[in-house]
Structures are given as C-alpha cells and as structure tokens.
C-alpha cells in the first residue's frame, strides 16, 4: 500500500484494508511475524492469534474430512455386503427347481438384506403348488385391485417412500397402518415386491434402488424357467 500524493500519508479505511488484502493473498508470506501478532475475535473465549486461529479452522476441517472418510468407508463396507448377498440370491434363485421354494428364497433374501419389517410379493399369475399367504398373492393382471399399480408396473420404475393408501391396503391389508414407508419395486409381466417399515425414514424418494433391481431381475429370470 502506498501514500497518496502530499505530505499527509495515506488514510484506509477498514473495508479498504480487507480488500487491498483480498487481492493479495500473499502479504503475510512478505511479513510472517504479523501473523503472530494479528488477533481474530472467537465466539466463545477470548481472542486467539492469527496462527492459532488458522490451527483451529485446520482441525475442524481435518475433523470433517475425517467424518466423511468414515462415512464413504461404511457405505463402501455396506454396498460390498449387498453385492455378495445380491451374487448369493442370484445363485440361490437358481438353485430352486419350483416357483415356490424361488419365491420364498427371494423373500427371505429381502427381509435380511433390506431390513424391512414387512415383505410382501405379488405375482400375476398362479403357479402350480403356490397358494396365497401373508407375504405372497397371486393377483391376475386384470384384477381390479392393481389398478393402483398401473403406471408403475408398465415403467418399472422403483417407489420409495410412503405410498397411497389404496396401495397400502392391497400389499399389506390387515398390517397396512403398521407401515410408514416402502421400497415398491414392479416388475413389469411379473408382479410387484414391496419392502414395508414402520420407519417413516427408513424408505425415502430419491435413495439407492440399484441392488433390489438386480435382485428383482434375477427373480423375473428365475421364474421365467417355469412358464
């Protein structure tokens, strides 16, 4: 910074000051002690030196960092799990030689992996040696009752979260009012898988569908031997 003309030195203004010192980020690399001398005003306590201060933003930020590694880590560990338990079910699936034994296995894969309190399948067709049950209905195509799901079954796309309930009734009639969220996932000429929870949090719009579609397709493959 420099005089401005006259014998008066030149008068900055705190704002003047701050700017001058944006545009060189570089100034306390010329004087490094003023670094030790500068006080930065905290919330709590009493002020704290320049260099104490940078520390402090330092190791909040390694904190942070830290945090996240630690949560990229536990979502990296729980994605490994579900691909060997999606690899598993596939193999599993496979190894079923009637409808019945591959729509409990499939079940059952569902009510570990996703922890969901509630698993209900709905199929479009009857197979020979399957009767309905609590967690499974064979409802024909035409069936009034889907007329909730029609959308969803001709796109196939996943619903998470929570859903009518008109489709409540229909995937979890008597228990209906104990669920609050689902993760739906409709198989197009095949039938629908719901995941039921009483967590309102637990099945939210917008989360991961990747593995109960790999799941489901290695379902509608598995049946498909049986037509």
């Known amino acids: 910074m420099s005089e401005r003309s006259g014998d008066k030195p030149a008068e900055f203004g705190a704002h003047e000051v701050a700017a001058w010192l944006r545009r060189h980020p570089r100034f306390l690399q010329q004087f490094p002690d003023l670094s030790m001398s500068l006080v930065v005003p905290?919330?709590?306590?009493?002020?704290a030196s320049l260099a104490s201060y940078q520390l402090e933003?330092?190791?909040d930020k390694n904190r942070e960092l830290s945090r996240r590694l630690h949560e990229l880590f536990g979502n990296a560990q729980e994605n490994e799990r579900l691909a060997v338990r999606t690899h598993q079910l596939t193999l599993a699936l496979m190894r079923q030689s009637n409808p019945g034994d591959t729509l409990r296995a499939m079940a059952a894969s569902l009510?570990?992996?996703f922890n969901g309190d509630l698993v209900r399948l709905i199929v479009l067709r009857r197979y020979d040696?399957?009767?309905d049950s609590e967690w499974l209905q064979a409802i024909?195509?035409?069936d009034a009752r889907l007329q909730p799901f029609r959308d969803a079954l001709a796109d196939g796309e996943p619903l998470c979260g929570r859903l009518q309930p008109e489709k409540h009734e229909v995937l979890y009639a008597d228990r209906a009012a104990d669920v609050q969220s689902t993760a739906l996932l409709p198989l197009p000429g095949i039938g629908l898988i719901?995941?039921?929870?009483?967590?309102?949090n637990r099945f939210f719009p917008g989360m991961g569908t990747l593995f109960l579609r790999m799941m489901g397709e290695s379902l509608a493959v598995a049946l498909r031997r049986f037509d």
């Open 129 to 131: 040696g399957v009767a």
């Open 111 to 113: 009510a570990e992996d």
């Open 42 to 47: 905290r919330e709590e306590g009493s002020a």
């Open 194 to 200: 719901a995941v039921g929870s009483r967590d309102a």
């Open 57 to 59: 933003v330092l190791r």
């Open 140 to 142: 024909e195509d035409g």
